[in-house]
Every structure is written in C-alpha cells, then in structure tokens.
C-alpha cells in the first residue's frame, strides 16, 4: 500500500512566483492536513480539510496561502507571491477519519532565493 | 488550546544505555497523544499513540510510552539505546481531532558509540 505520497520533494522558487505543493493522500483517506516546519522548530498546523471542503484553516496565514482537496486528485497547498520567510519543509497528513491517528508524507521542501 | 513541551532540546546517550525522552502537555481532557521520530531530511514516522486505556503503550522499534494524566506527562522509553535510533523526537497532542495535532519543539537525540 502506498503511503501518503508528496510532490515535488524539492522546490526552488524565486521571490514573488507562485508554488504549488501536492498531496495524494492514503487510499481510502478523506482526511488530509498540512503542516508546515521552520528550520530547527516543529511542526505547526495550518489547515484540515475533506474532500471539496475546508474544515479548518485557523493555522493558514491569512494572505498568499489557500489549499484546496478537489473530489479528484490530490490536495493543493498553493503559496501564490512567495517571500524568502516561505522557505521550509511541507507535510501533508491524511487519516481515515478525525478519530484515528494521521500517517505523515516525506514532504515538500520549498526553498525561495 | 493545548500546548506540549518537551524540555530537553538534545540528548546525548551510549550506545547500550537507557533512555527517556520527556514531555509534557496541556489540555483540560485527556488528549490523543503520540510520538513520532524523524530522521534529517524525512518525514515522520509515527512510534506510537494513546487514545484511552492501558496508559503504557508499546511502539515500533522497542519504544515505549506512559501516560501520566496526574503529571499531563507522555515520556517516551526505550531500555536500551541502538545507534540507528539518533534523529529528532517529537511529542504531539491532539484534542478534538487526532489529526490536527500541537507539536512540541523536538529533542534531538545522539547516541555515542
């Protein structure tokens, strides 16, 4: 069975371009989460959502960043106008439901020069 | 809102030697409780959880945890250290939500020859 798969694993931005993190949740998960991890910190929340829905985005900076679980395909964490403070590493989780523990991606590591 | 701390930012044991990683929570209820173990690089792989009853868990890799509810305490065990076990610890709590998780600040862990 395939695990929570994350592309691309590596990304170079410029200042001021748009990136696009995916994520293909477990089969049969319709939970997906996205954290995002500074250099030398842990990991922060920043939105959960279901298929076609957001169910909470209270860790979402307001402006630049959306996410969307599309009822085909994989998640989308989209930073439009990136800023160097955007660089760090991206996980996305999913679980079969809000009650059962999330099985975590290898993550997408956003470098912005 | 919950919050964890661990507070032992790196750990330095023997090859051999015991182990406790810990970490401390807090939440007016019991919380979902978890472990998870990253190495440089990767994602995280979780090592082991506490929803509700025993309050010793058994993990991968011969880690183990207790849940202290007097003491809002998960410390993470292990009897004895491997050398393929140095990485970064982290402690995460859930409230509501198993999958939207607080996470503490990590503990790095290296384990001398």
Known sequence: NAGVM???????????????????????????YWYRQLPEEGLKFMVYLQKENIIDESGMPKERFSAEFPKEGPSILRIQQVVRGDSAAYFCASSVTENTEAFFGQGTRLTVV | AQSVTQPDIHITVSEGASLELRCNYSYGATPYLFWYVQ??????QLLLKYFSGDTLVQGIKG?????????SSFNLRKPSVHWSDAAEYFCAVGATNAGKSTFGDGTTLTVKP
């Not at chain 1, 089969?27 to 997906?32: F, I, L, N, R």
Request: with cysteine; glycine share 10%; net charge positive.
């Open chain 2, 39 to 44: 190495s440089p690089g990767q994602g995280l």
């Open chain 1, 6 to 32: 994350q592309n691309p694993r590596h990304l170079v931005r410029r200042r001021g371009q748009e990136a696009r993190l995916r994520c293909s949740p477990v089969k049969g998960h319709s939970h997906v």
């Open chain 2, 63 to 71: 880690f183990e945890a207790e849940f202290k509810r007097s003491q």
